[in-house]
C-alpha cells in the first residue's frame, strides 16, 4: 500500500524547488568565486613554474631587478591600478600585478 497522499510528491517537489532557491544565492557566490580563482595562474601551473612565476615577486629567489614585476612587464597588459591582469604568456588567465616570472622584459616607457 502506498502510505503517499495522493498530492504528496507534489508537495516534495515544492519543498526541495523551495530549498533550491533558497541555496541558489550562495550557490552562484560559490561558483563566482571559484571561477575568479580558476582564472588566476597558479604558482603550481606547470608553466607557471617552469617559468619561477610567483603571484608575489618578493618571495622569488630568482628575481634580479628588485623593481620587476608583472605591472611593469612588457608582455602585462592588466590596467594600471589593478590587482592582475592578462599577461601574453598566460593565455585566458590573469596574473597577480606584484607577480613576477623569468620571462619579465621592462615595458617600453
Ligand atoms: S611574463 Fe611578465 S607579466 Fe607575464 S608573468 Fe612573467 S613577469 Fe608577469
Not at 503517499?4 to 557566490?29: E, N, Q, V, Y
Not at 615577486?57 to 602585462?76: E, F, P, V
Amino acid at each position: 500500500m502506498d502510505h503517499c497522499a495522493p498530492d504528496c510528491g507534489r508537495r516534495r517537489f515544492i519543498k526541495l524547488t523551495a530549498i533550491g532557491l533558497a541555496a541558489a544565492p550562495f550557490a552562484s557566490a560559490l561558483l563566482g568565486s571559484a571561477a575568479r580563482a580558476a582564472d588566476m595562474v597558479s604558482e603550481s601551473d606547470p608553466q607557471a613554474s617552469a617559468l619561477g612565476y610567483v603571484a608575489d615577486a618578493t618571495k622569488s629567489t630568482k628575481r634580479t631587478d628588485a623593481s620587476a614585476a608583472c605591472h611593469n612587464c612588457g608582455l602585462y597588459t592588466g590596467k594600471e591600478g589593478e590587482e592582475s591582469g592578462p599577461c601574453a604568456i598566460f593565455q585566458g588567465k590573469l596574473v597577480h600585478a606584484n607577480g613576477w616570472c623569468t620571462a619579465w622584459v621592462k615595458k617600453a616607457a
